[in-house]
Structure formats: C-alpha cells, structure tokens
C-alpha cells in the first residue's frame, strides 16, 4: 500500500507559518528597540545661539 502524499498546503497550515514569521518578525524589533535604548548616545555639551534677526529683517 502507497502513501499518498498532499504536497498542497492547508489554509491552517499557511496561516499558521505566516503569524509564526510575523511574531518573530515583532520579536526582533522589540529586541533591537530595547538595546538601542541601553545606548548611551553622547549629547553635544554646547548649545548654539545664533542671532538670525538681521537676516530676517533683510528677508521682508
């Protein structure tokens, strides 16, 4: 007797690997997130003013 194999797959079947992939998808995210928040990113120390009046009169 000879097995016969179904080589379609089942709408289930489909589904269910494609919210496998999604949730590990999210996963991922989640994780990269979570270490780029562990970073920490240096802030320039100096903050710029710059007196942009004059052009602005200028402009008008």
């Known amino acids: 007797m000879q ?3 179904n080589r379609t797959k089942s709408l ?8 496998l ?3 590990v998808f999210v996963g991922f995210f989640v994780v990269i997130v979570f270490l ?3 970073i920490n990113f240096s802030k ?3 903050e ?5 009046t004059n052009e602005i ?3 008008k």
């Not at 289930?12 to 919210?19: M, T």
């Open 57 to 59: 009169i200028r402009l």
């Open 21 to 23: 992939k999604l949730i």
């Open 36 to 38: 780029l928040e562990k």
């Open 3 to 5: 097995l016969k194999f």
């Open 12 to 19: 289930k079947d489909s589904l269910l690997q494609k919210l």
């Open 48 to 52: 710029f003013n710059t007196d942009i």
């Open 44 to 46: 320039p120390d100096k």
